[in-house]
Each structure stands twice: as C-alpha cells, then as structure tokens.
C-alpha cells in the first residue's frame, strides 16, 4: 500500500503542476484561489492505525477482553469523494493481536492473534457546519458510518505444537468520528475514533487432527473501540 | 470399602428440564497428538486421571461418560478452579491441552464423596462430555489408560462389536451450591440392554462401579433369592447406602457379560428419574464397568460409534464381591500407611474367626501393608472363591476364605 502512494503521489504531482501551468497562463487580471483536491470528487486512499480497546463478547461466557488485550490495527481506506462533503469507500484493517494473560497461560508457550475487518463506509464531512474562519479554513471533522465482516484469530503454541481458533462475523455498524488537517496540498492528516458493532457467528479450529467450522451456539455482540490517527491522499 | 462404589456424574443437577440441547460440545481447541495415552487408576473400576490446570499439577479425577460437563472440586484445585459456573485456561491431560474447558466448582462436599483419590490427594471431581466430547476416547481396563483421541486399539483384543449411538438429552439445570442455571448439550448415551434375557434401557456409564438398577427391577429379579450385601455407594447426590446382588446376563446386541454386579437404592432412583426427565423416555438404570471392563472401549463421538474389543483374557478382571468379608479403611501414621477393618460381612468366614471392626491390619499373606496403598491393599483381599488369605491383625494372624459375598441360587 505505501508502495502505491508512493507510485501514484508523484503522478498527481504532476498533474497538480500542469494544471498550475494552464492556470497561471490563462490567468485573468485577479488571481483566482487554487482548489484544493480536498474540494473536488475525486479518488482518496488512506492509512489508519491506532489502539483497539475490546468490548462485549466474542460468544456468550466468553468475554473479548478475556481474549484480546487489545489491537494494534494497520487500516487502509480507498475510496471516491462524491463532493466535498461526501466520501464513499471500501476499508480493510489487519490488526495485532494481544493475547490476554487470562487465556495464554501454562502450557503455552506462545500465543499470538489478528483481526481482520474488511467493508463499507461512508463519510459525511462536515466542514460548512463550523461554519467560516481562518482555522475552519484547514480543519476538516468528518462522521462516518461502514458495515462489514471480521474475522479475529487466535493461535496457540506449545512447543512445536501449534493450534489455531478463528471467529467471524458480521460487522454491523462502524461508526466514526474524525477530524482532518488540510494544510498539506493533497495530503491530509487527523485522528478518529471509531465504534465497530459486530457478531461472530461461526468459528473454525484447526487442532492436530484438522479443522472444523460450527456455528457458534450462542453469539453474543461485541464491539472495538478504536482510537488513532489517520493520514489520507486526495487525487 | 472406600473405592468400590462410584455412580459419579450420571445426573448432576436439579431440576433438569429437558430442551434439546445441541449434540456440538463446545469446540476445544487442544494441542497434543490424537491419540494420547494417559495413565490411569481403576480403583473402584473407573478412570481416575490427573488433571491439570493453567499449568499447575492438579488432583486426580473421574473421566465419565455418564457426565455432561466437568464438575470439579474447588478445594482440589487449590484456587485454580472457581466456585460456580465458569471455566478453566488450559486443562492438560496427559500430553493433551485443552483450551478454555467449561467447569462448574464446588467446594467439595457436593462433588459427592469419596473425597480422598486413589493417590491419597483430595478427589479432584469428574471430567464429562464438554471437555471429550468432540474426541474419540477409549478406556482401557486391562492396561488402565484412557486413550483422548483416534488410536488403535491394542494387538490382543477380539474384533470389535461396533453399535451406534445417538446423544441424548441436554437441557437446563440448576447447580449445587445455589450456583445458578447452567444449560448444557446432549450427552447421553443411552443402550439397549438384556437384562436376564428382559430388554432394558441403560445409560453408558463410565463413571459407574457398577451397573445400576431401578430398585424395583432390582427387587424382581432378587427374588428368586440370590445373595445381597448392602454397600456403601458415592453417588451424584452424595452417599447412599444400596443393596448390591450379582446378574446372571447382561448383554448389549447380543454380546453377554455374566455375573455383573448390580446395586440399587432410593437414592439410584432418584437419579434415574432425573435422567428420564432430561431424555424424555424411560431408563432403567446405568450400563457400568461390570459390563464394560470385559471390553476395550472406545466411544467415538465424532463419529457416534461405541465399540467393544473383547479382551481376549479376563485375568485383568477382579471380582470385588468374591474376597475375604472384610472392608478396610485407610488411616496414615507417622510409621506408614495403617489400615483397619472398617465393616465384617455377616455370615463370613471372616466374621466367624472373630475379626471385629476397628482391628488393625498389619500384613496380608505375609506382605506388609504399611507402604501400600487401599487400592492395592483391598486388591489383595480378593482371590477365587475357597483359597485363603493369612490375615495378620494386631493381635493374632487367621487364614480367612475368599468366599462370593453375592451367591447366585
């Protein structure tokens, strides 16, 4: 992914200077204030990390936060600005996992997890709604609401003896709140939180004798309280 | 006799209203080779295998497959194990780990005594379905080991009568200890069984010493006479005094297995009659090591499969009824492991060379008991019926016959 920003950064670049170009060479007698790409549809991608703290259950007697400590998420957007004010997009995060002291203990050796989330979301940025003012000029705070569907695995080891359970689910609701620096051309940085609302409905073990996947018999809703920061590329 | 009579988990809980229960135990993720051997004691015919937990060596308990889930006792496992409905991180047996297994605690007295295991520690409780149940597991009689997970069974056992079997039951009920509701899966396995050539219905039962009858069939086919004894039992809902007797035929599809001890008693019916109300359908008592330690059994409950490899000598198999009428209880001293006559069966040679309760036993045909265990020592009391045993008390040594405390007419 950074691969990629770096690929198509210095293209828009260039784009950026022959429009620059055009404009200055068209130029009427009063200079006309450069839009920035922030103002315009357009493609946006962007990286998110921060802290997931855990909440609710991964099944019912079987408390997320006895699971996971927390997540240290890697979260990738990309997606289409509609107008200034509407974004619309698709999100994958992979996050660490750390292992809760409640379920790594002896014999392991060794625990380790992720979390996988992956769907839609929609931003309403709302930078008409505070209004005018040199610092709104730069400020950009923004709401967003996605859905999608996680996957979080755990994996055990003992030695050479390594098993893994997996849950996964339906995210219901994510929502998000957020607020963007656009003093930085195309570029734009801020810190959101976000409040992702899902179920796991089906685990997966693999032990030494295979995997299996069954329905868990008794789903409970849990959610990630994310808080982070968030830097996003406006073509 | 401390070891002798074990109905452990048939039935735990109060009040179990049947609901059809989910047959899927909860998916263990576990660690390990299939296959697992573990070490086992027999005393008083079931598997006693030590349990550890988080790490922490743990007490030995009773691998049943008469139980739905796992009822441990607090005190055993030392704070490892909480009070009430929960769980345990890690369970390992054997070299098999398994992860985030679904306990109940008690504090001790509920887990239904005997309250000291076989290797003298606290009784550490009763392993059910929950914690095996996604695992083919074998019980071997003979070698003592209970094998988790696929294995073959051993070279010298006859070839197997395979029986299908569906799980039964599950439902809600409430725990000891006023320690809430718990709702728990299909687990039971129930048999047909032939009784003295009756068909009857029976719950398999690993955690049972004996085969377990409602007291009214008991009494009808006591009648004709046959010798009885009455016998302590540790049952599910504490202890209970039955009345035991020998069975002429017990046989599953066809397969016999003579002379199995039977015991019943208010208490055996009470337990019954829970299970009925959680499977719906009458039974009539518990199919237990009587019947299955002629046999290498394996309970494949992934694939719902009972299988009985006859082993090809019964030299393994001890009659506990055919011994000197004595009972012992275990006592230690700072000199060793003591024993004393705890009961004298009437009308034995034993009670007519006069020995009385509360006399010490030093020796048994010369071997002394003092660095022994029960197990080992009660073993030593039994024999084939008319030899003798050169019993030395504390005060005169006796040759006492090995005699049937539990004749057939």
Redesign the interface.
């Known amino acids: 992914m950074l691969r990629l920003l770096r690929t198509v950064a210095p293209g828009a670049l260039v784009l950026l200077a022959i429009s620059v170009a055009r404009a200055e060479a068209d130029a009427p007698a009063v200079e006309a204030p450069t839009p920035r790409a922030a103002d315009r549809p357009g493609v946006s991608m962007g990286l998110r990390s921060g802290w997931a703290f855990p909440i609710g259950s991964v099944a019912t007697d079987d408390s997320l936060g006895s699971n996971f400590d927390g997540i240290l998420p890697i979260w990738f957007d990309a997606g289409y600005r509609i107008s200034p004010e509407i974004y619309w997009g698709g999100y994958f995060q992979w996050g660490v996992g750390f292992i809760s002291s409640d379920v790594c203990v002896a014999p392991f050796t060794a625990c380790s997890g992720n979390d996988a989330r992956f769907g839609v979301t929609l931003q309403w940025h709302v930078k008409s709604a505070i209004g005018a003012g040199a610092w709104s000029a730069s400020f950009d705070p923004w709401v967003g609401f996605g859905t999608g569907y996680e996957i979080a695995t755990i994996t055990l080891e003992r030695g050479a003896d390594k098993s893994h359970v997996s849950y996964r689910g339906f995210e219901f609701a994510s929502l998000q709140l957020g607020g963007d620096y656009l003093g930085l051309g195309s570029m734009r940085i801020g810190g959101f939180a976000s409040f992702s609302l899902g179920e796991f409905a089906r685990t997966t073990v693999s032990v030494p004798t295979g995997s299996t996947s069954d329905p868990i018999s008794s789903p409970a809703v849990h959610a990630w309280l994310m808080l982070g920061v968030r830097g996003q590329y406006d073509f | 006799m401390i070891f002798r009579s074990i109905l452990a988990g048939s039935v735990l809980l109060g009040a179990v209203e049947s609901c059809g229960g989910?047959s899927?135990p909860?998916?263990?993720?576990?660690?390990?080779?299939?296959g697992d051997h573990l070490p086992a004691s027999t005393a008083a015919s079931v598997f006693w295998v030590q349990a550890?937990v988080?790490?922490?060596p743990g007490p030995q308990v009773i691998v049943d497959t008469g139980a739905p889930f796992a009822l441990l006792n607090v005190r055993a496992f030392r704070g490892s194990v909480s009070a009430g409905?929960g769980?345990v991180?890690?369970m390992?047996l054997g070299n098999t780990?398994l992860?985030?297994v679904?306990t109940v605690g008690v504090e001790g007295d509920r887990t239904h005594p005997p309250e000291i295991a076989p290797n003298g520690d606290l009784f550490g409780g009763i392993l059910g379905y929950t914690v095996f149940g996604q695992f083919p597991m074998s019980f071997d009689y003979r070698d003592h080991q209970v094998v988790v997970?696929?294995a073959a069974p051993p070279a010298d056992v006859l070839p197997a009568f395979s029986i299908p079997f569906a799980l039964e039951g599950g439902g809600a009920g409430t725990l000891p200890e006023n320690a809430g509701v718990l709702t728990f899966p299909a687990s039971r396995i129930i048999l047909q069984a032939t009784i003295e050539g009756t068909p009857r219905t029976f719950l398999l039962d690993t955690g049972a010493s004996w085969v377990a009858l409602r007291t009214v069939l008991f009494q009808s086919l006591a009648a004709d006479g046959r010798g009885q004894v009455t016998d302590d039992a540790s049952l599910a809902t504490g202890n209970a005094t039955t009345n035991v007797m020998r069975l002429r035929s017990v046989a599953v599809q066809g397969i016999e297995v003579k002379d199995a001890v039977a015991a019943a008693g208010t208490k055996v019916d009470e337990l019954i009659d829970n299970l009925v109300a959680e499977v719906g359908h009458p039974v009539d008592g518990l199919l237990g090591a009587p019947f299955l330690r002629e046999f290498y059994v394996t309970i494949n409950y992934p694939n719902r499969t009972l299988d009985l490899y006859r082993y090809a000598s019964e030299t393994h198999i001890h009659d506990e009824y055919r011994r000197v009428g004595i009972d012992l209880a275990p006592d230690s001293a700072p000199t060793g492991n003591v024993f004393a006559v705890h009961h004298v069966y009437a009308g034995t040679d034993a009670q007519k060379k006069g020995i009385r309760v509360g006399e010490r036993l030093l020796s048994i045909d010369g071997a002394a008991l003092d660095t022994l265990d029960i197990v080992t020592v009660d073993e030593m009391l039994l024999g084939a019926v008319g030899m003798t045993h050169k019993l030395k008390l504390s005060t005169r040594t006796v040759d006492v016959l090995v005699e049937d405390l539990l004749p057939l007419p």
Request: hydrophobic letters at 40%.
């Open positions: 989910s899927a909860v998916p263990l993720v576990w660690l390990g080779k299939a550890d988080d790490g922490v409905k769980r991180a890690t390992t780990v992860w985030k679904p997970g696929g």
